[in-house]
């Protein structure tokens, strides 16, 4: 099988990566960028850093800064008005998923016409301005994917874009930006790195080339996510989760995902549960209904984690595997669907829509167990207590 393999055409990995900005954008021939970030990440010392290294720049003009958490078709529309105020050749996204998907979904839509969710999937967005990733929190991987989620306004529905124009020409993956990171937010984007990477390892669409990289981030989160949570100035757990997190999206972007991402997003489009909590939420349950598609390959994943014994059988490695994950869960204080506060008569009432939803995102497509409507309903209802 051939696998098509996509990467920014620049990687800078490293402390202080943030600061190779100018250099990048000579390298790459830019030199008009539109920074694209949210008002906490703008009111932050290193912003000012970064983009005083921009040549020529306005800071009253030549930033959008009013990103939003899981970006909507509502927030675009105000990132392309400020877009067309000049003539810019390129987007700088600054911040977290949701702040790089915007510019991606900003960068795509310039020049195309509404509505907005006829570029869903199956829909291939292939051109559009350049894109400059700087992420500064360590889990989401979108500095490395061709894809971006946007909440349809109208329809509430979190629509899968995919394409290369959503790819950025550069990231600068700089740790030092992810010190001041919060405790939740550093577990639930951590989490959603090792979605990532165990979904890219049993995907369907797994190969040879993101199998070591799966691996070697869900090791990495394993190993150092406890202690970046524990103590948020431990600069070498911050700096192997940043770079799990550019596996992770690296492996996710060449080999996709799975039913947990398929399932997750309508939870985060209908509830308003961040992204990578939401995943967390479905991780061990979807997990241990997905084995029997590919045991082999979760018992790797749970040597390599260090969950079973490298010489456990299949089945043993396996129970370890969901054993481990529901532990990890329990000691970041991951919370229920029913304990983080969604009403049980909603959840009800939603199940069919999200399912079908999820199904439609095309991502369970790609679980080693490929479920039916009915039986992501059942999971619904299982994951909610």
């Not at 069919?352 to 309903?377: D, F, H, K, W, Y």
Request: aromatic share 6%; with cysteine.
């Amino acid at each position: 099988m051939i696998s098509q393999l996509n990467l920014p055409r620049i990687l800078r990995v490293g402390g202080g990566a943030s600061q190779e900005l100018r250099a990048t954008l000579a390298q790459l021939g830019l030199s008009k960028p539109l920074i694209v970030t949210d008002p906490f990440i703008r009111s932050r010392a290193f912003f000012d850093a970064i983009v005083g290294a921009v040549p020529d720049f306005d800071s009253a003009t030549d930033i959008f800064a009013d990103c939003v958490p899981d970006p909507t078709t509502d927030s675009v529309r105000a990132g392309l008005s400020a877009l067309t105020a000049k003539d810019y050749d390129c987007l700088i996204a600054i911040g977290g998923g949701s702040s790089m998907d915007t510019a991606k979904a900003m960068a795509a839509m310039q020049g195309r016409s509404e509505p907005m969710r006829q570029y869903k999937v199956p829909f291939a967005l292939d051109s559009g301005l350049p894109i400059i990733a700087i992420p500064t929190t360590a889990g989401t991987g979108s500095e490395a994917t061709k894809f971006a989620v946007i909440t349809d306004t109208e329809t509430q529905e979190k629509m899968l874009w995919i394409g290369l124009a959503l790819m950025p020409i550069a990231a600068l993956v700089d740790y030092e930006l992810t010190i001041e990171m919060p405790y939740r937010l550093t577990a639930d984007t951590g989490l959603d790195t090792l979605c990532h990477a165990l979904e890219a390892f049993v995907s369907r669409k797994a190969n040879a080339f993101t199998d070591p990289i799966a691996l070697d981030a869900m090791r990495s989160v394993v190993t150092f996510l406890p202690s970046a949570c524990a103590d948020p100035s431990n600069r070498e757990a911050r700096e192997a989760m940043m770079l799990a997190a550019t596996q992770g999206g690296v492996a996710f972007a060449n080999a996709s995902v799975t039913l947990i991402h398929g399932m997750s997003r309508p939870i985060g489009a209908h509830y308003h549960v961040p992204h990578g909590l939401s995943n967390a939420m479905l991780l061990p349950e979807i997990t241990a209904w997905s084995l029997p598609g590919a045991q082999v390959r979760y018992a790797i994943a749970s040597r390599h984690m260090g969950f079973a014994a490298q010489d456990s059988d299949d089945s043993t490695a396996c129970d370890a595997l969901i054993s481990g994950l529901r532990r990890l869960c329990s000691d970041l204080s991951v919370p229920t669907p029913a304990s983080y506060g969604i009403d049980p008569d909603s959840w009800r009432a939603n199940v069919t829509l999200m399912a079908e939803q999820a199904l439609a995102s095309g991502s369970p497509n790609n679980n080693p167990r490929v479920p039916s409507a009915a039986e992501i309903v059942d999971l619904y209802r299982r994951v909610f207590e």
